[in-house]
């Protein structure tokens, strides 16, 4: 493990999330080997690596085994064991510098090149106490939404209109009409910004 990786991290207090029954704070709750891209344009490479997106935060196993949280600032991570689709990539803002209102966290690169599309998913954590329960528990609701970064901007969007609506190109919105209905999902919005990035 590089030494970079050690310098000015913390531990991970063990046990910290037992008490979440239902649904999880990181991107994948299982250690997968990825390489990290550093702000300063350093790549670490191959780490055991859990993304937590309810806290913005990058655990890794070091040498010993032991859970750390880097205080570097990372830009990228790319998970090795998934190919070299784009979505094996999560990014935040700081891999996002010339585009304004991009909203902080990690979020899924689903299609790059004219036009990106990220997967953002927003983790929010309900504790609870049941009638009569004496101990408190964690449920982790995730929501998520679609961004598309054009023009130096990042919106959400919902629907290939929303998407024939911000790219404006005759030739991708007739393509969009073409398409079976305006419904939303996440292979048909990939598809779409990938049209629009190959014209």
Partial sequence: MPAIMTLNDRNVEPGIWEKVVEGTPFYNPEWRPASLLLANGTLV???????????NLIHYLDT????????????SVIFLDEGNDTSAVLVNRLALENVSAVPDGWMQLLAKGKAILLKRFVKQDVESKGYSASTVVTRINTIVQYLLLFNGRAERVQ??????????????????????GSKKSEQQLKAAVDYFNSL
């Fill in 45 to 55: 490479e191959n780490l055991p690596v859990r993304v937590n997106l309810l806290e």
């Fill in 64 to 75: 010993a085994g032991r859970e750390m949280v880097t205080m570097l600032e990372v830009k």
């Fill in 159 to 180: 629907t290939m209109g929303d998407l024939a609506g911000l790219l404006e190109n005759a030739d991708f919105s007739a393509w969009v009409a073409q398409q079976q």
